[in-house]
């Protein structure tokens, strides 16, 4: 393990629905990852959800749009590796 005093050490996670700063592993450069979201289990079990409680179908799409229900994840924007994703579930 190398030990970078000028650059405080970000811990890989907690991700959550924000950009976080971490120590990239794969270019090992300090960045600000990049979040995109995807369509989770919690969007499929929500979509469900509404359903059963009588939304009509265009409702149901809803939580498809909804990015909170979403999974995050985060890419580096250097070199576009995958650092981690936050998971509803
Ligand atoms: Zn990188």
Not at 39 to 49: A, E, H, N, P, V
Not at 58 to 77: E, S, Y
């Amino acid at each position: 393990m190398m030990a970078n005093a000028q650059v405080p050490v970000a811990a890989i996670g907690p991700f959550g629905d924000s950009p976080v700063q971490v120590a990239c592993p794969n270019c090992h450069q300090t960045v600000v990852s990049k979040v995109e979201h995807s369509s989770g289990l919690l969007t499929y079990l929500f979509c469900g959800g509404l359903f059963l409680c009588g939304f009509v179908l265009g409702c149901c799409l809803i939580p498809f749009c909804v990015d909170r229900l979403k999974n995050a994840q985060h890419t580096c924007p250097t070199c576009k590796t995958l650092l981690g994703v936050y998971k509803r579930l």
